[in-house]
Antibody
Framework: QVQLVESGGGVVQPGRSLRLSCVAS????????MHWVRQAPDKGLEWVAV????????YYADAVKGRFTISKDNSKNTLYLQMNSLRADDTAIYYC???????????WGQGTPVTVSS | QSALTQPASVSGSPGQSITISCTRT?????????ISWYQQHPGKAPKLLIY???KRPSGVSNRFSGSKSGNTASLTISGLQGEDEADYHC?????????FGTGTKVTVL
């Protein structure tokens, strides 16, 4: 069935980097914009970044601008999030989500946890 | 950029109807029709319930309905059931990207 599966999360020290991946299946990945959304422990959802269907346009939340980079490889049906200069407040579960009509997210992955701690 | 404001918790008895509000300044909720709602059970990913204020994706129960008045969007759950106990999040397209609400925990008494 239509599915998104994230990986790459883990425990990392402040200032270090991490790359998350999200593999899509059973839909035409190249036709969809994709997002990353995160959720800090016991907090609400926070939008992180979006990339257009062909990768030509990318937008970021102010909290991650200049530190995180979103990308997608349509030949591998994979979305990425490169996270640099990680901080404690980046600790969260990171979800990839398929775009639906510019601000709705109709398919979500199961999430991958990222903990930034020394 | 502050979040969309939702009540922290709402409760109701089985069979009752409850409404969750989502309020922001007129530059967000009041000016756009791209408002969506998500249900999230503990330890699970969010699930899309409502998009474009009132529309339901295929497969979502018609017990869930959305509306908007001025700067406040609302989600109503009719015929409350035990399985509706979850967190609910609103989302509005803001000028700088999607903006989520603070989240509401729904308890079925």
């Amino acid at each position: 069935q239509v599915q998104l599966v994230e990986s790459g999360g883990g425990v990392v020290q402040p200032g270090r980097s991490l790359r998350l991946s999200c593999v899509a299946s059973e839909f035409t990945f190249s036709a969809y914009a994709m997002h990353w959304v995160r959720q800090a422990p016991d907090k609400g959802l926070e939008w992180v970044a979006v990339i257009s269907y062909d990768g030509s346009n990318k937008y970021y939340a102010d909290a991650v601008k200049g530190r995180f980079t979103i990308s997608k490889d349509n030949s591998k049906n994979t979305l990425y999030l490169q996270m640099n200069s990680l901080r404690a407040d980046d600790t969260a579960i990171y979800y990839c989500a398929r775009d639906f009509l510019l601000s709705a997210f109709d398919i979500w992955g199961q999430g991958t946890p990222v903990t930034v701690s020394s | 950029q502050s979040a969309l404001t939702q009540p922290a918790s709402v409760s109701g008895s089985p069979g009752q109807s409850i409404t969750i509000s989502c309020t922001r300044t007129s530059s967000d909720v009041g000016s756009y029709n791209l408002i969506s709602w998500y249900q999230q059970h503990p330890g699970k990913a969010p699930k899309l319930l409502i998009y474009e204020i009132t529309k339901r994706p295929s497969g979502v129960s018609n017990r869930f309905s959305g509306s908007k008045s001025g700067n406040t969007a609302s989600l109503t759950i009719s015929g409350l059931q035990g399985e509706d106990e979850a967190d609910y999040h609103c989302c509005s397209y803001a000028g700088s990207g999607p903006l989520f609400g603070t989240g509401t925990k729904v308890t079925v008494l």
